[in-house]
Nanobody, 121 residues
């Protein structure tokens, strides 16, 4: 299964963006889909995750209440709706697929190519 992330861009603080992660091939119901982000020189940071077959979600404290992760099984796509964006949200955002309910990037074995999000102040 390959993942293709899209939807990044430049937005002013307080604005919104929606990222998409389209998966090719079948995603098993037990899969966990996640978003991470990374700033150059820093480690990859967990943002949000969801189970492919359930509405269970988990968010990093820094984005809780502002970001929403969702999935569309018919479209084989996971979304990250980002509202009330802040300059500190600027990063490359990656979608990932794993099998464990985990916030550590090492637990994920399939990654998209990343999409740049830049929030100006």
């Amino acid at each position: 299964v390959q993942l293709q992330a899209s939807g990044g861009g430049l937005v002013q603080a307080g604005g919104s963006l929606r990222l998409s992660c389209a998966a090719s091939g079948r995603i098993y119901s037990s899969a966990v889909m996640a978003w991470f982000r990374q700033v150059p020189g820093k480690e990859r940071e967990f943002v949000a995750l969801t189970r492919w077959s359930r509405d269970s979600t988990l968010y990093a404290g820094s984005v809780k209440g502002r970001f929403t992760i969702s999935r569309d099984s018919a479209r084989n796509t996971v979304y990250l709706q980002m509202d009330s964006l802040k300059p500190e949200d600027t990063a490359i955002y990656y979608c990932a697929r794993g099998s464990q309910w985990a916030t550590q990037s090492a637990e994920y074995f399939s990654w998209g190519q990343g999409t740049q999000v830049t929030v100006s102040s």
